[in-house]
């Protein structure tokens, strides 16, 4: 299942202070194999290859999707990146 938010969720503001976020589309999938996410953030703009993977995970390990209404640059702002960010996740 997929939501749509126009903002940041609280618990995304919350892992963000505290060092819990993981950022890259890369690193979001080597967590997710790991077994050490809770809840992953995607940008609208994602191309779909990696949003199919996302979803067919996130059955299997059972974490919740939020896809954010803006574009990755904007995602990497929302973030505090220096660069864009496509997906972002929450770890345990």
Known sequence: MITEVAELP???KKALS?????????????EIKKGNV???IIASNIPSNYLDD???YSEISNFEIIKYKGTNMELGVLCKRAHSVLAAAIVK
Do not use: P
């Open 10 to 12: 609280d618990d995304f």
């Open 18 to 30: 505290s060092g819990k976020l993981v950022y890259g589309i890369k690193s979001v999938l080597k």
């Open 38 to 40: 809770k809840k992953v």
């Open 54 to 56: 996302l979803k067919r």
